[in-house]
């Protein structure tokens, strides 16, 4: 199985913050990782699909960037709704694996 | 809009089969471009994959499972299921069924979600 790590493992940020979180898979890739959110007590959203392609609905203050074996999740600037848990999630092999996931919480 | 709703019992005693089945509206079941699976996420951790299927029937199943997963399609009910046998307390979690988009067999990323259900596995 591919092995996802995220860092770090939580941060607390203030509105407004740019925020950027990290996923490494422990061989290459690709460019076949996408990105959650997930707020408490809700199942996960998907944010970016193939590393860096924004999905419908998504609020443009949120990018992803990498290929290969390093990945960044960036928020420009937080917002209050974007509190709760980021998890990266590889599609280059089966099966399908996440990172155990960034929580994010207001400073 | 798709729209997925897990159905099942909340408590299975160890050692029995936890069911659970994915109803699936706003959109039909048999559609060539997606694939329908299974995640859980066990108390205050991550999400595993479970497996996946497509409306003809394939298959593929997390290795981790060691063969107790079984997914099958109801085409006609517009659902699909879960059927996990021998569980222990380890397979209490919250599972979530979702569609899957992506070309790749059994799907590349997890673009539509149900709300979830919380199953305990307990005597």
């Known amino acids: 199985d591919i092995q996802m790590t995220q860092s770090p493992s939580s941060l607390s940020a203030s509105v407004g913050d740019r925020v950027t979180i990290t996923c490494q898979a422990n061989?290459?890739?690709?460019?076949?990782l996408n990105w959650y959110h997930q707020r408490p007590g809700q199942a996960p959203k998907l944010l970016i699909s193939?590393?860096?392609n924004l999905r419908a609905g998504v609020p443009s203050r949120f990018s992803g960037r990498g290929s290969g074996t390093d990945f960044n999740l960036i928020i420009s600037s937080l917002e209050p709704e974007d509190l709760g848990t980021y998890f990266c999630?590889?599609?280059?092999?089966?099966?399908?694996?996440f990172g155990p996931g960034t929580t994010v919480d207001l400073k | 809009q798709v729209q997925l709703l897990e159905s099942g019992p909340g408590l299975v005693k160890p050692s029995e089969t936890l069911s659970l089945t994915c109803s699936v509206s706003?959109?039909?079941?048999?559609?060539?471009?997606?694939?329908w699976g299974w995640v859980r996420q066990a108390p205050g951790k991550g999400l595993v994959w479970l497996g996946s299927?497509?409306?003809?029937?394939?298959?593929n199943y997390n290795p981790s499972l060691d063969s107790r997963l079984t997914i099958t399609v109801d085409k006609s009910k517009n659902q699909f299921s879960l059927r996990l046998n021998s569980v222990t307390a380890a397979d209490t979690a919250v599972y979530y069924c979702?569609?899957?988009?992506?070309?790749?067999?059994?799907?590349?990323?997890?673009?539509?979600w149900g709300q979830g259900t919380l199953v305990t596995v307990s005597s």
């Open positions: 979702a569609r899957l988009g992506g070309a790749t067999v059994g799907g590349n990323w997890f673009e539509s």
């Open positions: 706003g959109g039909y079941i048999a559609n060539a471009n997606y694939f």
């Open positions: 299927i497509f409306y003809r029937g394939n298959t």
């Open positions: 061989q290459d890739i690709n460019k076949f």
């Open positions: 193939d590393a860096s």
């Open positions: 999630q590889q599609y280059e092999t089966l099966p399908l694996t």
